[in-house]
Nanobody
């Protein structure tokens, strides 16, 4: 039985940092592209970042470029999202998904697995 779980969210002050982790069980993340998404209250889900299965392609939505970094650790079967210089507008529930081999911009070419989200609140 597969499972994909996002963790690492929490409350942080503006300008602070968080590191989100997307952990898989029951399948190997290294075989898939992985994307991070977020959903603010009352808004549609938004693609934030994507990394290809080889890790040689990383894409970011314009609003997080230069602040967020996606990376993969195949040994631990995880993909991380390092979030620096956080802003109040980054407040959202963050989700990870995996599927296909490549990214389509910040989206996955195919979303096969979806994980439970983790809340991020940026507030003073």
């Amino acid at each position: 039985q597969w499972q994909l779980v996002a963790s690492g969210g929490g409350l942080v002050q503006p300008g602070g940092s968080l590191r989100l982790s997307c952990a898989a069980s029951g399948f190997f993340l290294k075989e898939y592209a992985v994307g991070w998404f977020r959903q603010r209250s009352g808004e549609p889900r938004e693609g934030v970042s994507c990394i290809s299965w080889k890790g040689d392609t990383t894409n970011y939505v314009d609003s997080v470029k230069g602040r967020f970094t996606i990376s993969r650790d195949d040994a631990s079967n995880t993909v991380s999202l390092q979030m620096n210089s956080l802003k109040p507008e980054d407040t959202a529930d963050y989700y990870c998904a995996a599927g296909g081999a490549y990214c389509s911009g910040v989206l996955l070419s195919e979303a096969r697995y979806w994980g439970r989200g983790t809340p991020v609140t940026v507030s003073s």
